[in-house]
């Protein structure tokens, strides 16, 4: 969250980023609520003071009369301070509530806009391959392969669940290797973490765990919620603690399962892997000092782009725009890789879809968490937070299996890969090996 004398002293800067973003909050009840604490907190100190100083006089020697003014003196500032107490915790309460619903500022440098179609690329890196045959989409190209069953996912778990078969199961253990081998390189310290966290955490990364506007999935009476990406718990690792100042920045990779609830938003473009229920993915998360921020934002882009080069696939880089930001960012970047099955009558041969992000949070997560470093000045400041996807598995094989695609029906495996899932291509199977759904 942001600082509630920042707010006061910038108020009008704030209400522009509320706007900007496209988001609802109450800046101005902020602000109102932290004058009344502050007025509340400097009217309990001087009734403390008074009730310190009375609690001194019954100390000396006194007459009976000067006594019994003195007890009853005390009995009232012992009630007006349980009164001023409890006012001051609920206006506490409620300017936490409202403060947690002002979004990070934004950077200067994003640009601004309402939706995503209004970021802006600044970079393209390959060149979109041109079919001498029409292109499947993945769902196609998985079906046909035996790769995925879509029908028995929802069978069994509901909509936007799926099982991976086959060929699937080791391009997804290579992708995740192949992700983790590229960070262990860039030296990021390995993680697989819990799928469970607390909602107090979720809701210091920025998580809303409740309410109808919540994406993730809350387990009932437990007070934890799935995690919808290891940035949760890598975030939550460090909360509450003091770092110290030599060792960050500390750079974090995580694999975890991810569960979200806002897959079944509707459209063409979600279908299949781009939008589901679960799935895998390695994030990598740093602790960094404030004047570093900037600097490991852009390295954490070049990571998500070093990955996917080696996978030669096509891909442009994206800075998002204030509307699609989220509210931790103070600036974000999307790598959009080519999938040719994204085609419609506006884009015939395919178009961009979103595959990795990585956003510079700078102190906003770190407030919320209490997450500090120890200054050479010897005072505790918040350290700045950074997260970005290395490989979000069903996203990256679906552009894997559209843009490696052949006439055959086959696909061909990304060389970078090889080595790790142990063959080159996936072909037909037999009309024999190939179960169909059986239906009762």
């Not at 500022?105 to 393209?124: C, F, H, W, Y």
């Not at 991976?164 to 081998?181: M, R």
Request: charged letters at 25%; hydrophobic letters at 35%.
């Amino acid at each position: 969250m942001l600082d509630y004398k920042f707010i006061k002293d910038n108020l009008q800067a704030v209400k522009e980023n509320i706007a900007n973003r496209n988001m609802t909050a109450d800046a101005d009840a902020v602000v109102q609520l932290y004058d009344r604490r502050t007025s509340l907190v400097t009217e309990l100190q001087g009734l403390q003071q008074q009730r310190n100083e009375n609690a001194a006089s019954m100390k000396q020697k006194l007459d009976p009369d000067t006594r019994a003014r003195f007890i009853e003196e005390g009995k009232k500032l012992k009630e007006r301070i349980a009164s001023v107490e409890k006012t001051l915790s609920g206006i506490e309460s409620e300017l936490d509530e409202a403060a947690r619903k002002i979004p990070n500022m934004a950077s200067p440098q994003a640009p601004v806009g309402r939706l995503d179609t209004e970021n802006l690329e600044i970079k393209r890196v390959g060149t979109p391959r041109e079919f001498a045959f029409k292109p499947k989409d993945h769902v196609q190209l998985a079906e046909s392969l035996d790769l995925i069953d879509f029908e028995r996912g929802t069978k069994v778990s509901g909509p936007k669940f799926y099982y991976l078969k086959n060929e699937a199961v080791f391009l997804e253990q290579a992708l995740i290797l192949y992700a983790l081998n590229t960070l262990r390189k860039h030296g990021f310290t390995a993680f697989i973490t819990p799928d469970v966290a607390k909602q107090e955490v979720l809701q210091g990364i920025g998580f809303n765990p409740r309410g109808n506007e919540s994406n993730v999935y809350c387990l009932e009476d437990e007070g934890t919620c799935l995690v919808a990406t290891a940035e949760i718990t890598l975030g939550g690792y460090h909360s509450g603690e003091i770092l110290d100042k030599a060792s960050l920045p500390l750079f974090y990779c995580g694999l975890s399962h991810c569960f979200r609830r806002e897959a079944g938003a509707a459209g063409h473009f979600s279908k299949g892997l781009y939008r589901v229920h679960q799935f895998d993915k390695v994030e990598m998360f740093v602790y960094s000092l404030p004047e570093e921020s900037e600097a490991i934002h852009e390295k954490l882009r070049l990571i998500e782009e070093e990955i996917f080069t080696g996978l030669a696939l096509p891909f442009r880089v994206v800075d998002t725009c204030t509307g699609d930001l989220g509210a931790p960012a103070w600036r974000k970047w999307d790598l959009e890789a080519w999938m040719p099955g994204r085609s419609d009558e506006q884009h015939p041969n395919g178009d961009w879809g979103e595959v990795t992000s990585t956003s510079n949070c700078t102190d906003y997560q770190a407030r919320r968490l209490n997450v500090k470093y120890r200054d050479d000045d010897g005072k505790n400041k918040y350290v700045h937070m950074l997260n970005g996807t290395a490989i979000a598995v069903g996203r990256a094989m679906l552009a894997i299996f559209e843009n490696y695609q052949n006439a055959d029906g086959s696909i061909t495996v990304p060389p970078v890969l090889v080595p790790l899932c142990g063959f080159d291509t996936i072909r037909p199977k037999p009309a024999s090996k190939t179960e169909a759904p059986r239906r009762t």
